[in-house]
């Protein structure tokens, strides 16, 4: 764990340049301000500043404000400026570069940005979507990787790939302004954009089941401002809120943190943030937070081993009478033991080069040609099939070949449920997105046998999805409900939030001005609420649900 330094309080400083201070303030305290409440400050030197000192500073605090105002173009207002870089999300490091960029002033550069909205509320894209539109009239180019309507919708030209995803997907499907993605009868996005397909407002929202919550009472972590949360069991719960309002410190280091402890043995050994009490734990038997970090870091981890598909796979090739008549058990078939496997690269596929200070790199294997498997292994066939041909079909072929084997079928039905029908079973971890990590896990809960009683908690997990999963995505989520599970999302789309059972949006900006439950309750009823930012987004996609309830 970590503490300040005793000597200089976390300043990081000498107590002689401490000592230096305009209008009463240090280098330290002023970074240590929100960047919203750092530029009125400079802003305000104006007033406070001798005619001499104005002069001096004239220049200087030109250049401060003009990065401050990049900062704050593109919703980072909430962020300290002596915040560590090592503590800031991916979106928030993407937009910090991407101010620097607007400051630079460069004409005549291509700037290509991956998914430049992640962790953005609704309040705060518009003011990202603007600040790439200056970079571009600048003189720029600017390609966006995105899946946000309202940025596709600000386009000036847009690129749809498909149709699909995996060996169905590569073609470009469609391309052109906005209307012609829209008219084109082969993309699925252009149906999303044109209402002809859509994700559907539920008829009716679940209520907590027999009427019980689960309570963390008097959280104060981080900006918290000793709040009570009160989630329903047995339902969908969205937890929502502009960037930096306090969502993760409470549902991940508070909550999540906080049941780990209690019911999981604390496996993750981090340490709650500070609360005064708890009711109901005693109804929940396991807290699982489903996260996008990946199912393994080496090239030996694959959804198939993941999942537990793997086993089946291996029992059945060493089932099969050739097997048999060698002496082959079901160790043969594993590329983590000797035996089977191919030694020069250990089972690997691929040798690994140490890159020292960049990536490693991975050259497949002269040896097994990738395969993992020495020759005698491979002689070993299912249907003309070997194991290595297996673990390299998609898990649509894979349902298809296994088809009268419901052991192997069944692990693999969980991954195409999920909308992973077109990854390989063997892929290798290293090449699967944050994305499509997250729904191996989802895959391998919804294999488990439910006990009815589990809290499952996914922070952003639209990250990198197109809408059509995102509708794949929630008949998952939807189905641990069903099954008398609790489920707590973090989450800006409002194609998710307006599915929820409950509500609880945080606010009402963000950092010290956040850290406040601002409204709870159904969708419908948060958008009632006149001070809820999310409120007042969410009316735009349900307003057709309120005028039937009214």
């Known amino acids: 764990s970590e503490s300040d330094c005793e000597k200089c309080k976390g300043m990081r400083l000498k107590d002689e340049a401490l000592c230096v201070k305009i209008d009463n303030l240090n280098i330290s305290e002023v970074t240590r301000k929100p960047i919203s409440e750092a530029k009125k400050w400079f802003k305000s030197l104006n007033d406070t500043l001798k005619d001499r000192e104005k002069k001096i500073a004239q220049h200087i605090l030109k250049e401060i404000n003009e990065r401050l105002d990049f900062l704050l173009n593109v919703g980072l ?11 800031l999300s991916g979106g928030e490091s993407q937009r910090i570069r991407l101010a620097s960029q607007i400051g630079s002033g460069l004409t005549g550069v ?14 705060d894209n518009i003011k990202l979507i603007n600040a790439l539109k200056r970079l571009r009239d600048l003189g720029n180019t600017v390609i966006v990787v995105e899946h946000d309507t309202e940025t596709m919708e600000s386009a000036d030209h847009i690129i749809d790939l498909g149709p699909k995803a995996g060996n169905d997907g590569g073609h470009i499907v469609a391309q052109g302004k906005l209307k012609a993605i829209m008219d084109s009868e082969n993309s699925i996005t252009g149906k999303y954009l044109s209402k002809k397909m859509n994700i559907h407002v539920p008829r009716t929202r679940k209520l907590a089941r027999n009427g019980r919550y689960l309570e963390i009472l008097g959280a104060t972590g981080y900006n918290l401002k000793n709040i009570n949360l009160k989630i329903p069991l047995g339902t969908f719960t969205c937890v929502t809120g502009v960037s930096g309002s306090g969502k993760s410190t409470l549902i991940i280091h508070t909550l999540y943190n906080a049941l780990n402890l209690m019911l999981n043995n604390n496996k993750s050994r981090k ?20 996260d996008q970090s990946p199912i393994g870091r080496t090239p030996r981890s694959n959804p198939a081993t993941y999942t537990g598909a793997f086993g089946p796979i291996r029992d059945w090739f060493a089932s099969l009478p050739e097997s048999k008549a060698r ?9 983590n033991v000797k035996g089977g496997r191919c030694e020069a690269c250990e089972g690997d596929g691929v040798i690994t080069y140490e890159m020292h200070f960049l990536p490693d790199v991975y050259i497949a294997c002269d040896v097994c040609k990738g395969l993992r498997y020495n020759r005698e292994t491979l002689e070993i066939k299912y249907k003309n099939k070997n194991i290595a041909d297996v673990l390299n079909m998609t898990v649509d072929e894979g349902c298809n070949f296994f088809e009268n084997i419901p052991t192997i079928k069944t692990k693999l039905l969980t991954l195409k449920k999920v909308g992973l029908g077109y990854i390989k079973i063997g892929q290798q971890a290293t090449t699967l997105s944050g994305g499509e990590a997250q729904r191996i896990k989802l895959a391998k809960e919804l294999s488990k046998r439910s006990t009815g009683r589990t809290m499952y908690i996914l922070d952003e997990p639209t990250t990198g999805l197109h809408a059509h999963d995102i509708k794949k995505l929630l008949e998952i989520l939807q189905a641990f409900v069903n099954q008398g599970n609790t489920v707590i999302v973090i989450e800006h789309n409002l194609d998710v939030i307006k599915t929820a059972d409950w509500i609880i949006d945080m606010g009402p900006e963000g950092g010290d001005k956040g850290g406040q439950i601002i409204a709870e309750g159904n969708p419908e009823q948060i958008c009632e609420v006149s001070s809820s930012y999310t409120g007042n987004f969410l009316k735009n996609v349900i307003s057709t649900k309120l005028k039937k309830t009214a």
Do not use: C, M
């Open 327 to 335: 002496g082959y058990k079901v160790g043969r078939f594993s590329f």
């Open 271 to 290: 340490i709650p943030k500070a609360f005064k009490s708890y009711r109901g734990v005693e109804r929940i038997d396991k807290i699982i937070n489903i």
């Open 77 to 87: 207002d909430y962020l300290t400026l002596s915040r560590e870089s090592g503590t």
């Open 110 to 123: 291509i700037y290509v940005l991956d998914e430049p909205s992640i962790g953005l509320h609704q309040k």
